[in-house]
C-alpha cells in the first residue's frame, strides 16, 4: 500500500500511472501530465475514453473523450460536471497533490461514470456530492 510522504511530482505520479494503468497513455511535457485509457465502470458499461491532465503544482481535470456525454432527452444537464466539459469527481481538499491520481482520480472517475450511466436511465443522480457552483468553492473539484 502506498503512504503519502508529501508532494508527488509529475514523474512520480508517471510512474503510479504506469504501474497501475498500464493501458492508460501517459506522458509528461511540458510541466504537465496527460494520461488517455478506456474505462469501462460495470460489465454492461460502454467503454469510455477519457483523458486526465495535471499540471505540476496544479489540480487534475478530467474529460471524457468518447463516447460523447449526453443530455437526458428532458434537456437537463448532466451533473456534476464544470462547464459540461469536465468531470467534477470530489469536495475542494478531497484530492491533494500527495496522493496518485492513479489511486484516486481514476477510480473516481470510474464511478463517477457509473453513476452517469444510472442517471441517463433514471434521472436521478445516486453519486451524492455536491453540484459545483456558488455554494462550493470552484477549485475544479465538487
Known sequence: MYAARGKLGLGEQLAFMKLWWPGFATVVRRGRLRS????????LSA????????????????????????????????????????????????????????MTVVPWTSVWLYFYEVWRATGEWLGGGVEPGDDVDNDGKD
Not at 36 to 43: F, K, R
Open 47 to 102: 467503454t469510455y475514453r477519457v483523458q486526465i491532465t495535471l499540471p505540476g503544482g496544479g489540480l487534475p481535470e478530467v474529460r471524457v473523450l468518447s463516447p460523447k456525454l449526453e443530455e437526458r432527452g428532458d434537456g437537463e444537464l448532466i451533473p456534476h460536471m464544470y462547464g459540461q466539459e469536465r468531470l467534477c469527481l470530489c469536495l475542494p481538499g478531497q484530492w491533494t497533490g500527495e496522493k496518485p491520481i492513479a
Open 36 to 43: 488517455e485509457g478506456d474505462l469501462v465502470p460495470s460489465a
